[in-house]
Antibody
Framework: QVQLLESGPGLVKPSETLSLTCTVSAGSISDYFWSWIRQSPGKGLEWIGYIYYTGSTKYNPSLKSRVTMSVDTSRNQFSLKLRSVTAADTAVYYC?????????????WGKGTSVTVSS | SYELTQPPSLSVSPGQTASITCSGD??????TFWYHQKPGQSPVLVIY???NRPSGIPERFSGSHFGNTATLTISGTQAMDEADYYCQAWDNNHVLFGGGTKLTIL
């Protein structure tokens, strides 16, 4: 069964860049659309965007100006960069495997990693 | 605000049926997906393409979709079903989530 593991700093200073990596194990990164989703404390889920193993991306319009996703197929990893962070970006960040046809959904999720934005 | 509307909370007694609705214009011609999230855990897919259960999801979970409203039904609820439930759709090439429903088993 494929497993996803998020990694990255748990604390980021305001105005800096949040950088996270998701490592895919027991499965190939090919042929799926890999998403990042976040959840602010006590709040609901917010989709950040997805990346295909070819590097093609789709971002949430509300975050698009600050987000960059990348993929490293040799390491079975994909990454998220969120620039110019503020306290509002404090959240648990999840990576997930997505299936895209005429619809898109996420069938496997990582355990999540907590990121706090604070000086 | 969320384009998909869910009731914030729902309480049922063990053994009763819980029905969680998700409504919004994007659902008119889009499939709906449902996740549950237990405290401190990551979301888990429980229904895909409106009515289908992934492997490992109990039969007491079912889904339906009519017009702009999708419904997740949990028959014979158990204490372990206490969780937050989120609906999700794919609209205009973007993922939409509902605001979530906190299901409490009294």
């Amino acid at each position: 069964q494929v497993q996803l593991l998020e990694s990255g700093p748990g604390l980021v200073k305001p105005s800096e860049t949040l950088s996270l990596t998701c490592t895919v194990s027991a499965g190939s990164i090919s042929d799926y659309f890999w998403s990042w989703i976040r959840q602010s404390p006590g709040k609901g889920l917010e989709w950040i965007g997805y990346i295909y193993y070819t590097g093609s991306t789709k971002y949430n319009p509300s975050l698009k100006s600050r987000v960059t996703m990348s993929v490293d197929t040799s390491r079975n990893q994909f990454s998220l960069k969120l620039r110019s962070v503020t306290a509002a970006d404090t959240a648990v960040y999840y990576c997930a495997r997505g299936i895209l046809l005429d619809y898109y959904y996420m069938d496997v999720w990582g355990k999540g990693t907590s990121v706090t934005v604070s000086s | 605000s969320y384009e998909l509307t869910q009731p914030p909370s729902l309480s049922v007694s063990p053994g009763q049926t819980a029905s969680i609705t998700c409504s919004g214009d994007p659902l008119g011609d889009r499939s709906t997906f449902w996740y549950h999230q237990k405290p401190g855990q990551s979301p888990v897919l429980v229904i895909y393409l409106d009515t289908n259960r992934p492997s490992g999801i109990p039969e007491r979970f079912s889904g339906s979709h009519f017009g702009n409203t999708a419904t997740l039904t949990i028959s014979g609820t158990q204490a372990m079903d206490e969780a937050d439930y989120y609906c999700q759709a794919w609209d205009n090439n973007h993922v939409l989530f509902g605001g979530g429903t906190k299901l409490t088993i009294l």
